[in-house]
């Protein structure tokens, strides 16, 4: 077999340490270079001279596999001739990666050694359209099912009431999915479907997703005690890296990159038809094509199950962060995100109308400023406040002001928020600016995504992720990010209003991280800082950097060695 090794550059990277194999290697530039260039690139090689490309980091994947995630991709065999890994030098900044490097590495020798692994998927998958089919196979899985079921929907949005479900798949058994289309899902047939969910476990791979649309448009129930997700299980397993079920299937499955003929059909459904990849939707996808993706998506979960449940079963620690924490917690997120977040239409309405007129009120205050007036005079344009470019030339070419010394990512002079604050101290007109941009983002920020994201019933109903920090705080994403409301702005917070007979509270579990610390590490002297009762950071402030005043007046009069405090226990904490 002949084998060739392509990285980046130069380096001293020995790729014998890791193979025994012959090989030859090449570098896509001759020369070291830090960040790598079309222009830089001189190598020329005939690829089809070898039976196996080895590719090391992003630059030669996408160069010659057109791969854009060597993460996800570490090991796989692309097209009978690539394999990418990530570079080995990496491994000194990012230890944790030495896991999937060593199983990247242990693959590739498999196919060295004449041991191919399966690269795409082997088994009994298909769809199924009509009701007696759906009946039959249902029947089945209800006589011959195991202890559980993996189970899928296809749906057309992201939320219940955005969309429909479009099918369901299951798979009851190793290497076998069923994807029935909706239609075939008459009364009968969900009863059966139900009676499924109810006598066996129910594996999703992000649940929250699949329960909601199965919950809102087929009435289906599922006991909290008896439901799975295999996303949730990866995070308990290893909380860095991608859960999604893509990533996973590639990483510990042999099905490798299955949907790949799925992935090409929406690049060219969009490309023909010229409309936006994201606001593709799952029923543009003829049922021949989508009907088997959808059945293997149920198989990998089932894989996923089959090899994650032993592992965490087996770690009494692990069996009850994800069996009494994470799955209550996901399950209570699911209820908390169906409920919504009740907003008074009116109001925000309302607070549109304010902010168009405080915007604009703010930006003729900036036109009145002499410098601006001499600006658009010798550019010839109207000054915009969001043009970076011209609000540098304005800051520090007419009016003469110091650069801060901050400078953006590719080192040109910032003009960011804390900036402004700055500069605002010595002339107003930074201010001003400040004023503009912060309106104009509370403006696009909330209003502009909330009202016309709103439902039927005046709430809206967004993301919150228990999974995707390695901290393990929440997260919110989807059609707003709701942990971003202003904590003391009147405006947004005053448009969410409690429905008639109910009030909002406001809660805060204050320093909860490090009172977890104080607890687990049986640490007696952080005990007593919660036990003494005053605030915590100001309390360890007080100690650390021997304040001379009370600790409730450490707020007040030292806020930044308080600061200074919270920064060192969090992150001794993380």
């Not at 910032?414 to 007109?429: C, K, R």
Request: with cysteine; glycine share 6%.
């Amino acid at each position: 077999m002949r084998i060739c090794i392509i990285d980046k550059a130069p380096s001293r990277n020995n790729y014998s340490k890791y193979f025994d194999f012959e090989f030859e290697h090449f570098h896509m530039s001759s020369v070291p270079v830090q960040k790598l260039l079309k222009k830089d690139v001189d190598l020329e090689i005939d690829l089809d001279y070898y039976d196996l490309v080895i590719l090391v980091g992003s630059e030669a994947a996408k160069e010659y596999a057109k791969i854009t995630s060597v993460t996800t991709h570490a090991g796989l065999l692309v097209n009978e001739k690539f394999v990418c890994i990530s570079n080995p030098a990496m491994l000194i900044f990012k230890p944790e990666g030495k896991p999937d490097f060593e199983r990247a590495v242990a693959k590739i020798k498999l196919y060295t050694s004449g041991t191919h692994l399966p690269t795409g998927p082997v088994g009994d998958f298909k769809g199924i359209e009509t009701e007696e089919e759906a009946k039959e196979f249902l029947l089945e899985v209800l006589e011959f099912g195991e202890s559980f079921t993996a189970m899928d929907t296809e749906g057309t949005g992201l939320y219940p009431r955005d969309g429909y479900v479009l099918g369901v798949s299951i798979t009851y058994k190793p290497r076998h999915g069923r994807y029935i289309l909706v239609d075939a899902l008459n009364d009968e047939n969900t009863e059966l479907l139900q009676k499924i969910i109810d006598k066996y476990e129910t594996v999703f791979h992000n649940m929250k997703y699949d329960m909601k649309m199965l919950r809102y448009h087929l009435n289906l129930k599922f006991n909290p005690n008896r439901v799975h997700d295999t996303m949730v299980m990866h995070y308990t397993l290893d909380e860095n890296g991608m859960h999604g079920l893509k990533a996973l299937a590639l990483k510990y499955t042999d099905y490798g990159d299955y949907d790949t003929e799925l992935d090409d059909f929406k690049k060219g459904y969009c490309s023909s038809h010229g409309i936006l990849q994201d606001e593709f939707t799952y029923d543009l996808i003829p049922f021949n094509i989508i009907c088997k993706y959808a059945s293997i998506d149920t198989a990998v979960t089932y894989e996923l199950f089959k090899k994650f449940r032993p592992i965490l079963d087996a770690n009494s620690k692990l069996s009850f962060v994800y069996y009494k924490l994470l799955i209550p917690g996901t399950l209570f997120l699911d209820a908390m995100e169906e409920v919504g977040i009740p907003i008074s239409r009116e109001r925000m309405t309302a607070a549109e109308v304010y902010l168009d007129a405080a915007i604009l009120q703010a930006k003729q205050k900036i036109y009145e400023f002499t410098e601006i007036k001499k600006f658009e005079e010798d550019a010839g344009v109207i000054f915009n406040p969001n043009s970076v470019q011209q609000l540098r030339k304005v800051l520090f070419d007419y009016l003469g002001l110091t650069p801060t010394g901050k400078l953006t990512a590719t080192g040109a002079i910032s003009t960011d928020a804390e900036v402004l604050e700055e500069l605002s101290e010595e002339h107003p007109l930074p201010k001003a600016i400040l004023t503009v941009r912060q309106l104009g983002k509370m403006k696009s920020t909330y209003i502009s995504k909330i009202l016309p994201e709103l439902d039927l019933d005046g709430r809206i109903r967004t993301n919150f992720n228990l999974i995707f920090t390695t901290s393990g705080r929440l997260s919110s994403s989807g059609k707003f990010n709701a942990q971003q409301i202003p904590r003391d702005d009147p405006i947004i917070k005053g448009c969410i209003v409690a429905p008639l007979g109910y009030s909002i509270i406001s809660q805060d579990l204050q320093t909860g991280e490090m009172y977890y610390a104080a607890v687990l590490s049986g640490d007696k002297n952080l005990q007593k800082v919660f036990q003494s009762g005053g605030d915590f950071h100001s309390t360890i402030a007080k100690m650390v950097f021997d304040l001379p005043c009370d600790v409730e007046d450490v707020k007040k009069l030292y806020p930044a060695m308080r600061q200074s405090a919270k920064a060192i226990s969090f992150g001794i904490n993380l």
